[in-house]
């Protein structure tokens, strides 16, 4: 195998590399060899205060601008943005593992909200009107100051785009610390970034917990958003809470879909099987559990046929990338083996030692697991409530309805549901008693797209907001409300 150069990755401060003052690191691996790619600074609290430092200086006079100034500056990094667009995609590609398309999703959908945060002016525009005689009451809004944002690694492109641009957009500067297994995506993003925005209206500082727990600590931070696990996500929401500050953290997911009896096999299939082997499973919009309301052995079998298709690979239709790490794989293999274990029944094992994908592994030393498929007998199984985060589907048959959308309510998350039927009365049924933030009819990964916000519910989203659409405007902003009244001068020569 050949080696490639090993990189070594700076933060980001006032437009330009710095080093971090330590000289711990961590080493970053292309998930589909194993290889090392680069190295990543951990580091300190002290880093976090020169890069806090930094923002501050520059709020002022970038709050200052007007909208459509702000609004200027982020189409111009939008149009920058696109024309590198495939060399982010490369970057995605060799940190995180995923298929190209897969790569070129994450960067168009994060394109799409720094679009939509370029005509926020007109979505986040005041309001005034006469509320009594001769007295006027406008709103307006105003940014908060310095905001950090920490975010994980299956989405290296997308997710910093859910909360920067918005960000910006309503007069904040941003301090990121992105995902310490996926550093050179969001580094590139800055360097570009520098031609464009002013010195330290976008910072990056790199590093693990401490530097998260040192942004979240900061005085000088205003309000701090997060994406990640949920025993995470609970912690950081009563740390940042604490503080008195404004958070809002998302966790993590245990979607449903829900098969009835009327829907369209092929599409269904086709569908499920996206949804849940679709970024390796690593998404939060991914399907964990199948429910098989009757029987319906045709639409299973189509599952297992289609899934066992899928070969490892960045390239082609049928390619599924690797996961971020050996421990994903340990992980993985510990949740299929453990509810084997339980007296479920493996469709589909992606992890016997005959399978594609682990000859993958074997060749390449990266970190490849193929799809599975678990058929259950009890809604109690581990493997149908906990979340895997991997190419693992639930199966469970239900003997109506009712027995499908109870076990959906009684999950503890509250992500994502779907339901596959061809009756428009079953699925508005079910979109009105999924207890799921994020519902889809006949679409497995139901996520919404701008102007709508995206966000999860019960242990899926610890705080009041969305992350995205207006709901992220309302969080990133605070209304000011004045009320002003004038008195009638006794000279009103002026007026002749």
């Known amino acids: 195998m050949s080696t490639i150069p090993i990189r070594s990755v700076c933060n980001f401060v006032n437009n330009q590399a710095v080093p971090a003052s330590n000289n711990d690191t961590l080493e970053v691996t292309s998930p589909g060899t194993g290889q090392a790619i680069a190295r990543v600074p951990l580091s300190s609290s002290d880093d976090v205060d020169t890069a806090v430092a930094a923002a501050a200086k520059a709020w002022p006079a970038w709050t200052a601008l007007t909208v459509n100034a702000r ?37 168009s959908k994060g394109l799409e909200t720094l679009a939509y945060a370029a005509g926020s002016g007109a979505l986040g525009a005041g309001q005034a009107t006469y509320v009594s005689s001769g007295v006027l009451c406008r709103m307006d809004r105003a940014g908060l100051g310095v905001v950090a944002s920490i975010v994980p690694f299956n989405f290296p492109f997308m997710v910093p785009f859910w909360t920067l641009p918005l960000a910006l957009a309503m007069g904040n500067t941003c301090v990121l610390k992105p995902s310490e297994k996926v550093p050179l995506t969001m580094t590139r993003v800055a360097e570009l970034a520098a031609s464009i925005l002013p010195p330290g209206v976008l910072n990056l500082v790199h590093g693990g917990s401490a530097v998260a727990q040192a942004l979240i600590d900061h005085p000088g931070v205003a309000a701090v958003t997060f994406v990640g696990s949920s025993p995470v996500a609970e912690s950081v929401h009563a740390r940042v809470t604490a503080r008195g500050k404004r958070v809002l953290a998302l966790g993590g997911a245990k979607n449903h879909l829900v098969a009835l009896p009327d829907c369209d096999l092929e599409m269904t299939a086709r569908d499920i099987v996206a949804s849940f082997t679709g970024c390796a499973g690593q998404r939060c919009m991914a399907a964990s559990v199948l429910l098989v309301v009757g029987e319906q052995p045709e639409l299973v079998a189509r599952v297992v046929e289609l899934a066992r298709a899928l070969v490892p690979g960045s390239d082609g239709p049928l390619a599924m990338g690797p996961v971020i790490d050996a421990a994903a794989v340990t992980r993985i293999e510990a949740a299929v083996r453990g509810a084997a274990q339980s007296g479920a029944e493996l469709l589909l094992d992606g992890h016997a030692s005959t399978t594609k994908f682990a000859a993958r592994q074997a060749e390449s030393g990266g970190f490849w697991v193929g799809p599975s498929i678990i058929r259950h007998r009890s809604a109690g199984d581990s493997a149908l409530r906990e979340e895997i985060f991997g190419p693992v589907l639930s199966v469970l048959h239900c003997a109506d309805a009712h027995e499908a959308l109870a076990i959906e309510n009684a999950s503890a998350f509250g992500n994502a549901a779907c339901v596959y039927t061809a009756s428009g009365a079953a699925a508005e049924f079910f979109a009105q008693k999924f207890a799921a933030a994020m519902i889809g009819v006949n679409v497995g990964v139901p996520v919404p797209r701008e102007p709508f916000s995206f966000g999860g519910c019960k242990r899926s989203r610890f705080g009041s907001s969305d992350i995205t659409g207006d709901a992220a405007i309302e969080f990133f902003s605070t209304r000011r409300k004045i009320t002003t009244k004038w008195s009638v001068p006794a000279d009103q020569s002026w007026m002749s």
């Open 71 to 107: 609004s200027a500056k982020l189409m111009a990094l939008h149009g920058l943005l696109t024309e590198h667009a495939g060399e982010l995609v490369d970057l995605i590609v060799s940190e995180h593992g995923k298929t190209r398309t897969e790569a070129f999703g994450d960067v």
